[in-house]
């Protein structure tokens, strides 16, 4: 037959001895999501007992996880490979890196340094209610505002939440600004703000809770409330 032919990819080593590749596919990954190692090791030179070391650290080189060491013999003219999976999990957003370290008798024979990242999954749910749905003249109106750090993997620094009241025809009444620092990751906060119905005119009102970071919404809710008729009975007898 004229089509029995083979192709195989086959490592040239440009010096005797082991040489190691280690990768992973992506190298962007989300929380809670597994990362796919893989190690090759070939030997160009005598034959080789050895100790494959592997770990997952973070950018300053602090190991995030560590893989059992395993022993290898490694022939001449030999590939052989070693397959890791790791999860994110909750760990932190940030930069971390695969360490892969070959060792024999004499030391380190190989070593590979392969980073990556993984991204921050923060999301900032925010409601809002009223203590009431309507009020009278004179009373005042309570705001209740929890805002919660639905993610697993990022304390989120720095909020800021911007609470609004206005009136039925949108024009603002009171604004007040409040931080919020370090919010972990599940955890949630509640914030409270007032305002006083006076005598103001009978209408559906609003108050709005604006969070943001770095400058830009992430979360925002209305609630609406009435203001009813303060009524005034007179007579004689």
Avoid: C
């Amino acid at each position: 037959e004229s089509n029995n032919m083979a192709i195989k990819d086959f490592p040239v080593a440009d010096r005797e001895g082991v040489a190691m590749s280690t990768t992973i596919d992506p190298d962007h990954y989300a929380s809670n999501q597994d990362v796919s190692i893989q190690i090759k090791l070939w030997n160009s030179g005598a034959k080789k007992e050895a100790v494959l070391e592997a770990s997952i650290e973070d950018e300053n080189g602090y190991p995030a996880a560590t893989f059992d060491p395993g022993t290898m013999s490694i022939d001449y003219g030999t590939e052989q490979t070693r397959n890791f999976l790791w999860n994110t999990g909750s760990t932190f957003a940030g930069g971390y890196r695969v360490h892969a370290l070959l060792k024999d008798a004499t030391g380190v024979i190989a070593e590979n340094i392969v980073p990556f990242t993984i991204a921050s999954d923060a999301v900032v749910t925010t409601t809002i209610i009223t203590d009431k749905a309507a009020y009278g003249p004179r009373e005042n109106v309570s705001a209740s505002v929890t805002v919660k750090n639905d993610g697993k993997n990022e304390i989120i620094p720095a909020l800021l939440a911007r609470i609004t009241f206005t009136d039925p025809f949108g024009a603002i009444l009171v604004s007040e600004e409040k931080n919020i620092n370090n919010l972990l990751p599940n955890a949630k906060i509640d914030l409270n703000s007032q305002w006083n119905t006076g005598v103001s005119q009978p209408g559906e009102y609003r108050v709005t809770v604006v969070i943001t970071r770095d400058g830009q919404a992430v979360s925002t809710k209305t609630v609406s409330f009435m203001v009813g008729t303060a009524y005034v009975i007179s007579g004689s007898i």
